[in-house]
């Protein structure tokens, strides 16, 4: 059993590329670091394939999956686009942590679905617009259920995101972050059990919800609590005078050197806030210039203004 996928099919392999590398998380629970880079084009990273999958996944972001039928049922789908984007507008400008505008925060939304199979139970931008009430401090929340056939155990799955120039301040704002989900894990799954049931209409979702995250009287919840990263930061290399296969090599090297240089650093992080107990799962992708680029993005999907 296991809930819908929302993200849209045939899209991630069309702009992420992963890098294997060989270094692991000291972790007492399973979890790992998985590492992505974008295509490149005239020795730059191509950020204008960012702006394409985030549009492309918009409206699944920010509608519910019974909010999505209901436009289906009118026959208005193809108006889903710009109702999410009007939406997102109404919350404040693009960048705006907190508000479900932010890049990260629509990454990490994707990578958990993508790659975790880990779905979608509310995104930053439901958390902050149909659930602002409960005040949740997660970047998103997701459902990871067992497979049946390996260690593999039901999750709910925090998502937390930043995207910083420097990775190891990418890493510590994003542990302060999940400091302050694990202060208030309660507050966040009462607001799952109170809202999460109206945002589904497919019956075999439904009973994926009520048999492991909202069971009924006199049954128990089924699963444990982890937290999804995702972490954008600066490449930081100059790649003047290569050509694009050269440079896609220099990003794999510098990434298996970034994930060798840092791995100790987070299992410790896990460790200093006391987090030992929960798996996690961390998404790293470099950028030319975080800090820039993130806006740009952003702005650029808010506005409308990305070719498709």
Excluded: W
């Amino acid at each position: 059993m296991k809930l819908t996928k929302t993200v849209k099919d045939d899209t991630f392999q069309d702009y992420f590329t992963e890098v294997d590398h060989n270094e692991q998380i000291n972790m007492v629970r399973p979890g790992f670091l998985r590492l992505f880079y974008l295509n490149v084009r005239s020795g730059k990273i191509k950020i204008s394939d960012l702006e394409k999958f985030t549009m492309l996944n918009i409206g699944r972001y920010v509608f519910s999956r019974a909010r999505q039928e209901q436009y289906e049922k009118a026959g208005n789908l193809d108006a889903v686009m710009q109702q999410a984007l009007r939406i997102m507008r109404k919350r404040g400008a693009a960048d705006a942590k907190g508000t479900g505008n932010e890049l990260g925060e629509i990454m990490i939304y994707a990578f958990l679905e993508e790659k975790l199979n880990a779905y979608k139970l509310l995104s930053k931008i439901e958390l902050s617009t149909d659930a602002t009430q409960y005040m949740s401090e997660a970047d998103g929340i997701h459902f990871l259920c067992a497979d049946g056939s390996s260690a593999l155990y039901n999750q709910m799955v925090f998502g937390a995101s930043h995207i910083v120039g420097d990775i190891k301040d990418a890493i510590d704002q994003a542990f302060e972050a999940i400091a302050k989900i694990d202060e208030h894990e309660d507050s966040e799954i009462y607001m799952i059990e109170k809202t999460v049931l109206d945002r589904f209409y497919d019956e075999k979702d439904l009973a994926v919800l009520k048999e492991f995250v909202v069971p009924e009287e006199g049954k128990k919840t089924s699963y444990e609590t982890s937290y999804g990263v995702f972490l954008g930061y600066d490449l930081g290399i100059i790649t003047t005078g290569h050509t694009d296969d050269e440079v896609k090599e220099i990003i794999k090297e510098k990434m298996e050197q970034d994930a060798k240089a840092h791995t100790d650093y987070i299992a410790q992080k896990i460790k200093d806030c006391g987090l030992e107990n929960h798996a996690f799962y961390f998404y790293l992708l470099p950028l030319n210039d975080a800090e820039n680029e993130k806006k740009t993005i952003m702005q650029h999907v808010l506005d409308g203004d990305v070719d498709l």
